[in-house]
C-alpha cells in the first residue's frame, strides 16, 4: 500500500494523506478482523514522530 505524503505541504494536505492512509490501511481485505491497531513512532529525534502523533490525535478524534 502506497499513500504519497506531502512533506513540504500544509498542514490540511498532511492531514488528507494521513487520514487516507489510515482509512486504505482500515479497509484493506486483511484487516477486516483487527479491532485495534497501534501505531507506535520510531526514529531519530527531530524525524517528526511527536508532530505525526499529534497530528494523528487531532484528526481519528474528528472521526469519532
Known sequence: MSV???????????????????DQLCYSKEMRKVRNLFIVPVGLPGMGKSTFSKNLKRTTSKLS
Open 4 to 22: 504519497s505524503v506531502p512533506f513540504g505541504g500544509n498542514e490540511t494536505e498532511i492531514e488528507a494523506a494521513l487520514v487516507k492512509f489510515v
